[in-house]
Each structure stands twice: as C-alpha cells, then as structure tokens.
C-alpha cells in the first residue's frame, strides 16, 4: 500500500475543499415552533414525487451507483432539476406544518420541506442497489455467513475484511452525518468532486498500467487486511457527495494489488454491508417523513427500478473493466462537471 498517503491526502482534502468551496450561506433561523399534525394529517399529505420521477430517479440509481461516477451526485443532480429541492414547509390537510423531527424538552423541532424528504430518499433508494448485489452475489455473501459460522476460511477472511473496510467510513460518516448534511449536498460540491475523482483515476489507471508493463505488479487472489484497510480510508471520500464510493474502493483495489474484476466484486460486497447499513440509518431518522411526502407506492417503484439497473449495470462495469479500465470513467466526470457548472453558472 506504498500509495496509503496519496489516499489520506485525498480523504482529508476533498470534504474540506469541497465546503469552501460551495461557500454555503449559513443556516435558516429556527423555524417557529406550533402544534405537531397527528396521525390522521400526516397520511392526508399529497405526494410530492410522481411515478414517472420515481422511475427516473430509479433509473439514475440503478446506473450510478455501481459505475464509478457517483450516485449521490446524480441524484442530487436529478432532484436539482425535478424540483425536488424545496425549501418551504409542508402543510397537512389541516391546515398545519408538518414536522420531520418534532420539538422536544430542551430541542427545537425542524419542519418538514421536500427538500429533508428528498435527501432521506435519495439514501434509501439504495435499497434496490443492495437487492441487485444480493442477487448476484448470493455465493459470496453465504460464504461470509459460513465464515462467521467457522465452516468456511475463505468466507471468514472475505467476512474480516469487509468488517476492516466498512469501520472508516462507517465512524466518520456517523460521527459527521449532519455537518455533510449541511454542508456538502450542494451542486458545487458535486462538480468540484466530480473533478478531483477523475484525476485520481487517471492516477490509477496509470500506476497500474505502468507496473504491469514493468512487471513488478503482482496480483492477489484476495486482498489482504493492510489492503482492506487501505480501500477503508479510501472510501471515506466518498462521504463527500459527487466523489463515488464504487470509484473510491476500485482504486483502493487496485492499490492493493487486485486486478480490475476483483477490484470491482470487492467493492460489489463492500458497498452491500456499507450501503445496508447507510440505507437502514436513513430510513430510521426520516423515513416517515420521506413516506408522508411520497407515499409508499413511489418510493418502492423507485426502489424496484434500482434493483433491475443496478443487476445490469454490474455485470456490465465487471467486463469493461477487465477490457478497457477506469479511464472512460473519468472522463466522463469531467464531461458531467463542466455540463454542470455551464448550466447552473454561466
């Protein structure tokens, strides 16, 4: 792992540039604090999402979350230009403002917008990305099971080191969820990634490229637990949305002397336990928020048109890998970052 400090550096200087970088306005005053709606207000609010949005943003799931271009970014891109973005509060058929998390002693209330119900669904929608990689890769992820159980060895060393890779991650993106929230979800923040993680592909695929033709690479069956941890720290960046975790983990693959197919199957296991666990914490702190504004019906076509892409666009990311590599990849982002910022800035 001679290129760790290449991905501390990158991991430590993404979320803080990218913040300046937005130069966010600071936060709205605290809303006025009246009466929560009861049950019956909250099932009477409209859905804000159709199902031909629920498709879309399904589609855009199931493509991207995989691909090394960033799923998040898309979606905040998506969501950007459905106008899903809302910042007003949502009124019940009462008459009353809605809450996303009700005042409590000693904690002013937030009022639910469009915009608290999109963030939480453009998580959970997740969940068809994890039902896409538990079809696929059902073998692998019994072997863990098996492992954990003592009966298979090589499922116990696939089992200890995703534990190894989802820890980074897992404690910052838990410790910093909010201060993401606040501060990293903005369209700036997604070119300015977008940018940095086509450049450290180009690096990649050049490091790799160089030491095969050198013959001085030599390539693992598995990754080891330095390598595991490495591919950790590198998924860290990726709580920097427009970054990509599938991006993130296939370099650390690479830098830890996997090929391209099991590069990318690495990060296949890796995102099923890291998006599982993201997925079923969004879903805690504001599903019933995301399900009074959309409505069951939406969020779960969104969520089914996830998992059929996202099956495809698998298989499909293994074989162009092991033929053509990273490099289309990258220079797709730069071409979605400068389509971006002409849009929304010139």
Known sequence: ???????????????????????QPPPPPEPVIVAPPDAKTVQAAASELSALEAV?????????EFLPVSSTGHLIIATRVMGLESMEPIFGADGKPMWFRAPKQGRTGELLTTKLATDTYIVVIQFGAIAAVALLYWTQLLSMLHGLLGRDPAGRRLLINVIIAFIPAASIGF????????????????????????????????????????GTRVERTEISPLGAAGVGVMQCAALCPGTSRSMMTIVGGYFAGLDPR?????????????????????????GSAMIAVFGWSHILLGGVVA????????????????????????????AVAGALYAYFYL
């Open 307 to 334: 998992a059929v892409v996202a099956a495809v666009c698998v298989r499909f990311l293994v074989h162009w890998l092991m033929r053509h590599g990273l490099a289309i990849f990258a220079w797709y982002r730069l």
């Open 175 to 214: 410790l910093a969820h909010d201060w993401i929230d606040e501060h990293l979800f903005s369209i700036k923040t997604v070119i300015f990634a977008q940018v940095a993680g086509a450049f450290l592909m180009f690096y990649a695929e050049y490091w790799y490229g160089k030491h095969l033709i050198a």
């Open 262 to 286: 099991r590069s990318a199957e690495f990060s296949f296991i890796l995102g099923f336990v890291t998006l599982t666990a993201a997925s079923i914490y969004k879903s805690l702190k504001g």
């Open 56 to 64: 879309i943003l399904g589609v855009v799931e199931g493509v991207t």
């Open 1 to 23: 792992m001679r290129n760790l400090p290449l991905a501390l550096l990158f991991v430590l200087f993404v979320p803080f540039a990218v913040a300046a970088a937005a130069n």
